[in-house]
């Protein structure tokens, strides 16, 4: 599947279309959406839990692909820019997000 360019950010880099990522999100949101449907029956405990896992498994998933996708564009962008300003903000942001963990 051919890699789509977005629009430019703020910072003027373009960033890579996270397009194919919805199909995914559906996915999961018909997965938590079955969920709601197993909570309303009142069914088993451990049913209910696993498909939250499974729910949580593929949102690390997803997450995994969009942050590699930034990592090979947005951040490979900036380095080959030669742009220490838009380097150190793109590195900031990455430990930013690793600290909230």
Not at 3 to 23: F, G, M, N
Not at 58 to 80: F, N, P, Q, W, Y
């Amino acid at each position: 599947m051919a890699k789509k360019i977005a629009k430019k950010t703020k910072t003027d880099t373009k960033h890579p279309s996270h397009s194919e990522d919805l199909v995914r999100l559906r996915r999961i949101k018909g997965q938590i959406e079955g969920v709601e449907r197993m909570i309303e029956d009142n069914r088993y405990c451990m049913d209910i839990v696993s498909q939250i896992r499974s729910i949580m498994a593929a949102l690390r998933s997803t997450e995994g692909l969009v942050m590699e996708r930034h990592l090979r564009h947005c951040v490979t962008d900036a380095i080959k820019a030669n742009d220490e300003r838009l380097t150190e903000q793109k590195i900031n942001e990455l430990l930013t997000l690793f600290q909230k963990r």
